[in-house]
Each structure stands twice: as C-alpha cells, then as structure tokens.
C-alpha cells in the first residue's frame, strides 16, 4: 500500500482552507525554524499574529487579484501551502509541515513557478536561514543578508534570494 503522501494533490487555495494554512505554517515555523534562530525569534515569528488575525490575512491573500495561493494535500491532510504576489514578482510563503514523506515544498514550488513564470519574469524571496539550501536547490540566488525585525522587536537575519525565468538567462 502506498503511503498518502504519494497522492499528492496541488490546487488553488480556496478562501475555507485559510485555517489549515495558518495552522501548517505554524507547524513548520516550531519545527523547523529552530535549526537555525533562538527560540524567542521562532516563537514570535509562529505566533507575533493573534490566529484569527493570520486567518483573516490569508483569506485576503487567497481572493487578491494578481496573487498565486496553491495548497498541497494528501487525502484530506494539507501538507503545505505557496504564495505569490505577481504585480511584485515576490514569492511571499512556502510553508510544508513536517511530513513522512518528503518533497512537498520542491512540489509546491514547482506548480507555483510554473504558473508565476507564465507572466512574470523572476521571483523574488526573503528566505529564513534553515530555508536558504532548499532555495539554493531550487535555483535561486542570494542577492543579499538582510535583518528582519519581528513584531516583537527581535532582530533575525534573512537571505534575499532570486530566481529568474529560466528563457530569461542566470538568475543574478
């Protein structure tokens, strides 16, 4: 039998999936951030934002035009969940809870570019650190370290990453 995750379905978000999209970039924040920042920056990065509030902001997000919002599911278990703002070229979150699977982001991504690079010609990203080698893989570019500052106040440090269409030539 094959495990659920080799089922994986990519679709556009749809406004009712904003809860599970809130609560699965939490989870990969708490899970995975940790690798790599203090746990005072991955707290207030998972949860600076009252959930009502996130959930709200997502929904937004998912009927903006010129915004790509795709979600990953096994079954009925969302894994994951991509966000793009076109008018800006700037892939805005990619987010894939801890699964047994693997390969959820690069899936996500990969749909996500695909329907980016019809009419755009590059994105654009503020990676988190444990992220950085992921991007890298996937073809993008560091332009720049940048800090970023919490809602806290927390300062983190974040990598600008660039990929271009791949007709449009190198990404830097």
């Known amino acids: 039998m094959k495990p659920a995750h080799d089922r994986l379905n990519i679709r556009f978000a749809g406004r009712d999936d904003a809860s599970g999209?809130?609560?699965v970039r939490r989870e990969a924040i708490l899970?995975?951030?940790v690798t790599h920042y203090d746990n005072a920056i991955v707290n207030d990065w998972a949860d600076?934002?009252?959930f009502a509030e996130r959930v709200r902001q997502i929904e937004q997000r998912i009927v903006e035009p010129g915004c790509i919002v795709l979600v990953a599911e096994?079954?009925?278990d969302m894994l994951g969940f991509a966000m793009a703002d076109l008018p800006t070229c700037e892939l805005q979150a990619l987010y894939a809870r801890p699964n047994g699977s693997g390969g959820v982001g690069?899936?996500?991504l990969a749909a996500l570019e695909?329907?980016?690079f019809a009419t755009?010609?590059?994105l654009a990203c503020d990676a988190s650190l444990n992220a950085e080698g992921f991007y890298k893989a996937n073809g993008y570019v560091e332009e720049s370290r940048n800090d970023f500052v919490t809602p806290s106040g927390l300062i983190s440090r974040v990598v600008r990453m660039k990929k271009r269409h791949p007709r449009n030539g190198p990404s830097s």
């Open 21 to 23: 999209m809130a609560r």
């Open 31 to 33: 899970s995975k951030a």
């Open 48 to 50: 600076a934002t009252d």
């Open 74 to 76: 096994a079954g009925r």
């Open 106 to 108: 690069r899936a996500l």
């Open 114 to 116: 695909q329907r980016a």
């Open 120 to 122: 755009i010609p590059f």
